[in-house]
């Protein structure tokens, strides 16, 4: 069956950094976009970023442009999302989230498959 498993969350003081890893299994994970979203208590899930399954585009959220980076290997399956300068508004449950189809790619309900997310914590 599909997973999606989400590592690497912690808590950090502001101005840290983090590597969020995602990795893949029961689907064909290079023929997939793959997004972050995050979610804040009593907030709505956010899109952070996406990207294209060649990994040749991306898209980001402009609350963390410049600082996050979003990358992908599809030789091993795996996502990943780098944090840097990270701020304590960045604090929020972070979960990986695969797509077959290009449509919005910010977009939750663009998306088919999500992971059980990961918890960052930033502290000021």
């Known amino acids: 069956q599909v997973q999606l498993v989400e590592s690497g969350g912690g808590s950090v003081q502001a101005g840290g950094s983090l590597r969020l890893s995602c990795t893949a299994s029961?689907?064909?994970?290079?023929?997939?976009?793959m997004g972050w979203f995050r979610q804040a208590p009593g907030n709505q899930r956010e899109g952070v970023a996406s990207?294209?399954?060649?990994?040749?585009?991306?898209w980001y959220a402009n609350s963390v442009k410049g600082r996050f980076t979003i990358s992908r290997d599809n030789a091993k399956n795996t996502l990943y999302l780098q944090m840097n300068s990270l701020k304590p508004e960045d604090t929020a449950m972070y979960y990986c989230?695969?797509?077959?189809?290009?449509?919005?790619?910010?977009?939750?309900?663009?998306?088919?498959?999500w992971g059980q997310g990961a918890q960052v914590t930033v502290s000021s």
């Open positions: 990207i294209s399954p060649g990994g040749f585009s991306t």
């Open positions: 989230a695969a797509a077959r189809y290009d449509r919005s790619p910010l977009y939750e309900g663009s998306y088919d498959y």
């Open positions: 029961g689907f064909t994970y290079s023929t997939y976009y």
